[in-house]
């Protein structure tokens, strides 16, 4: 079976609404936005449009969530890959994948290309990354880098990347014209994580008066996928249990169970 090359989402539905906190990075971002639904506001003065922006910051911070709502927000397609597709599932045509991926977008323009995990194929050229073929994967970061420089000022094609692996990348994808952008998302705080918790919320039958300011306090160092993962699992274990609603301690009991899991993983890793 062939390897999907990239979803294309031409009906974006996300929106800010669903990116909680991360006040700076969607005003950061809303300026693309901008860029995206009114370029000849910004070219008017002889101005360029950039054409990439890196978002960095730790696993599960909303970095893809946050480019689907900048597609969902300036309504435009949403070409979206991951950098470990290249090393798992292109071999040997990653440079072409790439050329396909930048001409689909340029004739849907204006649109958005998102590289998820870019430092897969975005680490520095002639460092060994232990994954094997080393110069398939620098084809594939060379062509990336020819394809944005190649770009016309007006193509009207944003790619977003993102990391949490900023140190491993190349310099020459950060140089002026390629992601010369870099946006923080960071681990949200107490605060952030009440707006997560609420959004997450929203969907769950829950019971009167669950308190939020104490769910974000009981979960430091949680990411906004945590989250969504301790409200999907606190609804399971309510209904396991047969109840009407989601409480307290279901929520308890299912920060208990992700603390395990995120204990093990880190086991794994160390
Ligand atoms: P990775 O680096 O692992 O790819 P990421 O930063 O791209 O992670 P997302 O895939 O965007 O993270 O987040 C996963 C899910 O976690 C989202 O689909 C959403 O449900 C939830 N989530 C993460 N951050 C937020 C946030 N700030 N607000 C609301 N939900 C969030």
């Known amino acids: 079976s062939k390897a999907k090359l990239f979803d294309e989402k031409v009906d974006v539905k996300t929106s800010f609404k669903d990116v909680a906190g991360l006040e700076g990075a969607k005003e950061e971002v809303q300026e693309i936005v901008d860029f995206l639904k009114f370029p000849e506001k910004y070219t008017a003065l002889g101005g360029k449009i950039p054409k990439g ?16 709502a900048v597609a969902g927000e300036a309504k435009v397609p949403f070409f979206s890959l991951s950098g470990s597709d290249f090393v798992e599932m292109f071999v040997g045509v990653g440079a072409s994948r790439v050329r396909d991926l930048f001409k689909q977008a340029k004739e849907k323009s204006p649109s958005i290309i998102f590289i998820d995990e870019i430092d897969a194929i975005g680490r520095a050229r002639g460092k060994s990354n232990m994954s094997g073929s080393n110069d398939e994967r620098e084809n594939t970061l060379n062509q990336l880098l020819t394809e ?12 977003i990347a993102a990391t949490n692996r900023a140190d491993v990348l ?6 002026a014209g390629r992601f010369d952008r870099q946006i923080y998302v960071d681990l949200p705080d107490v605060r952030e994580r009440k707006e997560i918790f609420e959004v997450h919320l929203r969907p769950l039958k829950k019971e009167e008066g669950l308190d939020t300011d104490f769910l974000s306090k009981q979960t430091p160092g949680f990411s906004g996928a945590d989250i969504a993962n301790v409200c999907n699992e606190a609804a399971l274990i309510a209904a396991r249990n047969g109840k009407k609603a989601v409480g307290k301690q279901d929520f308890l009991d299912a920060v208990d169970r992700i603390v395990g899991g995120l204990e093990k993983k880190n086991k794994i890793i160390t």
């Open 53 to 68: 922006a890196l978002l960095v910051g730790p696993p599960g911070t909303g970095k893809t969530l946050l480019a689907r």
């Open 170 to 175: 190349d310099k020459a994808l950060m140089r």
């Open 148 to 159: 944005m420089d190649g770009f016309g000022t007006n193509s009207n094609v944003i790619v």
